[in-house]
């Protein structure tokens, strides 16, 4: 049997993965958390194959308690779960040590094929996701401009591509607001943009932005 701890803010979708593994005959859910905390005390104090782990989460995000995980826990295997496009975040999930990356309009079929095959040692890797990584391998500085971007800094400027004040931003991600302005100045530099208006349009012309 294939132990499976679920990490997930959204008890419904959370109720609902638990549901799809107990409902299979060699994947079954052993603890479940809503956000960092939970789900990290779960990963210390019961024993699992795998970890579901969605990319959104409140405060500390997904990709902050994946690296978490895996300083700990560098055996147990990761597949990271998000409503955003491959796109956005698959990459950064990887480079921080994902065994893999499914969007949720995934079938619940590839969601247990991809907990069975990382849980014996593989990576599971779209067929879309393996030439995003074949292509940063071969040119690692001709991505888009948010590539450079540190996890905190991307946030930031999808945040603000959404309309978001700092303090907003600083509230939901549980940062100062001197913080998100620091990240805000960094992004700024980075992508060579000036101000909101032009990180704005940058979201909106790379779809970087979704409803809330």
Same mark, same amino acid.
């Given at each position: 049997?294939?132990?499976?701890?679920?990490?997930?803010?959204?008890?419904?979708?959370?109720?609902?993965?638990?549901?799809?593994?107990?409902?299979?005959?060699?994947?079954?859910?052993?603890?479940?958390?809503?956000?960092? +905390?939970?789900?990290? &005390?779960?990963?210390?104090?019961?024993? #699992?194959?795998? *970890?579901?782990?969605? @990319?959104?989460? $409140?405060?500390?995000?997904?990709?902050?308690?994946?690296?978490?995980?895996?300083?700990?826990?560098?055996?147990?295997?990761?597949?990271?779960?998000?409503?955003?496009?491959?796109?956005?975040?698959?990459?950064?999930?990887?480079?921080?040590?994902?065994?893999?990356?499914?969007?949720?309009?995934?079938?619940?079929?590839?969601?247990?094929?991809?907990?069975?095959?990382? +849980?014996?040692?593989? &990576?599971?890797?779209?067929?879309?996701? #393996?030439?995003? *990584?074949?292509?940063? @391998?071969?040119? $690692?500085?001709?991505?888009?401009?948010?590539?450079?971007?540190?996890?905190?800094?991307?946030?930031?400027?999808?945040?603000?591509?959404?309309?978001?004040?700092?303090?907003?931003?600083?509230?939901?991600?549980?940062?100062?607001?001197?913080?998100?302005?620091?990240?805000?100045?960094?992004?700024?530099?980075?992508?060579?943009?000036?101000?909101?208006?032009?990180?704005?349009?940058?979201?909106?012309?790379?779809?970087?932005?979704?409803?809330?």
């Amino acid at each position: 049997m294939i132990r499976v701890i679920v990490g997930d803010d959204h008890v419904i979708l959370r109720k609902g993965l638990v549901s799809i593994l107990r409902e299979s005959k060699d994947v079954s859910c052993v603890a479940e958390g809503g956000n960092a +905390a939970e789900i990290m &005390r779960a990963v210390r104090d019961t024993p #699992a194959d795998a *970890l579901v782990l969605d @990319v959104s989460l $409140p405060g500390k995000s997904g990709i902050d308690v994946l690296k978490q995980v895996k300083k700990e826990m560098p055996r147990l295997p990761v597949l990271m779960l998000s409503s955003h496009p491959e796109d956005q975040y698959a990459l950064r999930s990887i480079r921080a040590g994902a065994a893999g990356y499914l969007t949720k309009n995934s079938a619940p079929q590839e969601l247990l094929a991809a907990l069975r095959q990382i +849980a014996s040692g593989r &990576r599971y890797i779209t067929p879309e996701l #393996a030439e995003s *990584l074949a292509q940063f @391998v071969e040119n $690692p500085t001709e991505g888009p401009a948010h590539e450079v971007l540190s996890d905190r800094e991307f946030q930031t400027l999808k945040l603000i591509g959404a309309g978001h004040s700092l303090t907003e931003i600083a509230e939901r991600l549980c940062l100062s607001v001197k913080t998100v302005s620091v990240y805000r100045g960094r992004l700024l530099e980075k992508m060579k943009l000036k101000n909101n208006a032009e990180l704005t349009r940058y979201a909106l012309e790379n779809h970087l932005v979704e409803d809330d």
